[in-house]
């Protein structure tokens, strides 16, 4: 099974002091997905990799960036935070390969509580 | 624009009863739907899927009930246990390559 780390769990950042989250993923799989969950609604998807094939939501503000250096890794850059930013930031991978093999889901990590003071 | 709707935000059951959490979906793409529970403070953990040509799907105390004419699907737990007490999500995903879409989840609350 995959294996999703996510660093650091709980991030602390001034409102406009850019801000970077970390993941990583065991399997070396080449889809890795970005989520943002604010309370109470529905994890949001912001970006998505197909290998170094990047794909960025059409609603996704330009104040979001990522970067995925290598296959194990991958970071999600928010320039200039806002207090609407604030949220938890999810990172994925498919448990499995593609195709069918989506009905045993995603593995996610623990995530990152992002705060802006 | 929701796709994924679920629209009880919380849901109380006693122990050792059953727990349906209920989901529809609008887009008429989705063919493969699944349930993710999350505890505070960790990620989405996969509980239970299936796909469009099934209506019901078990593993040992949850089932997934699958209504495509109505676009709708359910999960039910039985017996329920307080260690079920979560937030439980439903996604949906038109292919297997396509992103899940997630609802807004439902919280449960299972009363000792």
């Known amino acids: 099974d995959a294996m999703v780390i996510q660093n650091p769990r709980y991030q602390v950042t001034q409102f406009g002091k850019p801000v970077t989250l970390s993941c990583s993923q065991t399997l070396n799989h080449n889809v890795m997905y970005w989520y943002q969950q604010k309370s109470s609604q529905a994890p949001k998807l912001l970006f998505h990799?197909?290998?170094?094939?990047?794909?960025n939501e059409a609603d996704t503000p330009d104040n979001f960036q990522s970067r995925r250096p290598n296959t194990s890794f991958c970071f999600l850059d928010i320039r200039s935070p806002g207090l609407g930013d604030a949220a938890m930031y999810l990172c994925?991978?498919?448990?499995?390969?593609?195709?069918?093999?989506?009905?045993?889901?995603?593995?996610f990590g623990s995530g990152t509580r992002l705060t802006v003071v | 624009d929701q796709q994924v709707k679920q629209n009880s935000p919380s849901l109380s059951v006693q122990e050792g009863r059953i727990s349906i959490l209920n989901c529809d979906y609008t887009?008429?793409?989705?063919?493969?739907f699944l349930w993710y529970k999350k505890y505070p403070a960790e990620g989405p953990t996969f509980l239970i899927s299936i796909s469009s040509i099934k209506d019901k799907n078990e593993d040992g105390r949850f089932t997934v009930f699958l209504n495509k004419s109505a676009k709708h699907l359910s999960l039910h737990i039985v017996p329920s246990q307080p260690g079920d007490s979560a937030v439980y999500f439903c996604?949906?995903?038109?292919?297997?390559?396509?992103?899940?879409?997630f609802g807004k989840g439902t919280r449960l609350s299972v009363i000792a």
């Open positions: 887009n008429s793409m989705f063919d493969y």
């Open positions: 996604a949906a995903s038109a292919t297997g390559n396509t992103p899940l879409v």
């Open positions: 990799y197909y290998d170094k094939d990047f794909n």
């Open positions: 994925a991978t498919p448990s499995e390969g593609g195709g069918a093999s989506i009905l045993r889901g995603y593995t």
